[in-house]
């Protein structure tokens, strides 16, 4: 027997179902989570990058902004703060003959291997089978508090590396990990599905 099949007998007898809701369920939910670990995940890239609120746009420098601009940047600079916000692409291929349904999923991201936020996307998503689909991933933080080691002008670049601003990359890292939902109750995947990117 699987370890996903050993697992979810365990999990079915906690939670007190009967014999019969056993034989049901575990046809169900492992097929499920079958169809999920079959799925592929690849890092497509970041979009709806903004800085203060500014939208970057693909290529964009510093160099491009205007006056108010630069002066919204400065202030932000003096009170050690830079908030940006972009999301994450992924690409999600379900080979399967049936559908593949997540729950919800954890995540964290990373830029230059250092990372950037552990949490919660908590949202369900279902991939038609033999089809191919994607999942979204909202991310706020603070460049300043995250990379304080660094100068300003350091960290300012950084957020226009994310646009594709400059010939010095920056290394996105992605890791994953899926739930499906088991009567109320969610079960992970069993491990982190690991991506990277190479954003120029």
Not at 62 to 79: H, Y
Not at 98 to 109: G, L, N, P, Q, S
Request: hydrophobic share 45%; charged share 15%.
């Amino acid at each position: 027997m699987s370890r996903i099949k050993k697992t979810l007998i365990i999990i079915f007898v906690a939670l007190g179902l009967s014999s019969c809701e056993i034989i049901s369920n575990i046809a169900n939910q492992a097929a499920q989570m079958y169809n999920l670990t079959n799925c592929t995940f690849n890092l497509n890239n970041v979009s709806d990058i903004e800085m203060l609120g500014i939208n970057l746009s693909k290529g964009m420098s510093k160099d491009d902004l205007n006056v108010t601009q630069l002066l919204s940047l400065t202030n932000a600079l003096m009170q050690k703060k830079l908030p940006v916000s972009f999301n994450v692409n992924l690409d999600v291929n379900n080979p399967n003959s049936i559908a593949a349904a997540m729950a919800k999923m954890d995540y964290i991201i990373s830029l230059n291997d250092k990372q950037v936020v552990s949490t919660t996307l908590n949202k369900g998503f279902n991939i038609p089978a033999n089809s191919k689909g994607s999942v979204v991933i909202p991310i706020t933080t603070d460049l300043f508090q995250l990379f304080s080691g660094e100068t300003a002008d350091a960290i300012v670049n950084l957020a226009f590396k994310l646009a594709g601003a400059s010939n010095d990359p920056v290394n996105l890292g992605v890791k994953v990990k899926p739930y499906i939902s088991i009567n109320n109750h969610q079960l992970a995947y069993p491990d982190y599905i690991n991506m990277s990117k190479t954003l120029r």
